[in-house]
């Protein structure tokens, strides 16, 4: 795959996943990280602002998946 198809799509995401919630919302940010990850394995550099972005959704699903435990 091109590398500015797989970061038009990143973007895209990224645009979609600004208004998504709830489940809607985790699976944007599946498409997010395996895109990500296909432009790593590649051999080029994911932009900065994406990688922050994968970063704080994966704590924001780490986060919620403890939001129903009992304490």
Do not use: C
Request: proline share 3%; aromatic share 6%; no cysteine.
């Amino acid at each position: 795959m091109a590398i500015d198809y797989l970061l038009l799509k990143a973007e895209e995401l990224e645009l979609a996943i600004q208004t998504a919630s709830g489940d809607a919302r985790r699976e944007l940010h599946q498409k997010l990280h395996h895109t990500l990850e296909n432009i790593h394995f590649n051999g080029w550099r994911v932009p900065a602002h994406l990688h922050k972005l994968d970063l704080a959704l994966t704590d924001e699903e780490i986060e919620d998946s403890f939001d129903n435990m009992p304490v």
